[in-house]
């Protein structure tokens, strides 16, 4: 009786291009998994950052209202710049019920380099929203402002993470 232990050469070689295989796509769909979940945090990234950027500006502009000549609150820029004034104090003058426009300041909302702000009488810098920002736009209707806001970031992969979000905003007065 001739009896052989062991593997022959070309079943060694078959076991090792097997696990081979077998290893390199174990390490491929964790590495998958891996970019995926990457991709997921800066969606989720983006998505906090822009509700809280909405959040703030929803404070803000239920500070603002018209004005009674009607020039404020406007949209310029194509839709891309919201202007408003704040009413002063509580907003109300006393003795005729008339609102008290704070005269002396204009505020607006824009992207400018990428940043979402508010801006005091023209290029100062007020509060700034959020980062990332690569479009937003204003519709003005009665009351009521829809904002259209785009954030978009490049995860580790090189690719595009864009996220998008609208809030109508009911302005006070």
Known sequence: MDR???ATLLEACLCGVLLTVLLSATLRLGTDIAWSMGSQ???QALYLDATRALAILDDELRLAGYT??????RVTDGGSTFEFRRLNGDGFDPATGERLWDENRVFAVRAV???LGIYENGDTLRLLLCRHATSISFVLSGPSVTVDL???IEDGRGEDVVMARRRIIVLRN
């Open 68 to 73: 009674s000549n009607g020039s404020y609150p």
């Open 113 to 115: 380099g990428g940043e």
């Open 150 to 152: 785009v954030l978009g």
């Open 4 to 6: 052989r232990r062991g």
């Open 41 to 43: 945090d800066y969606r």
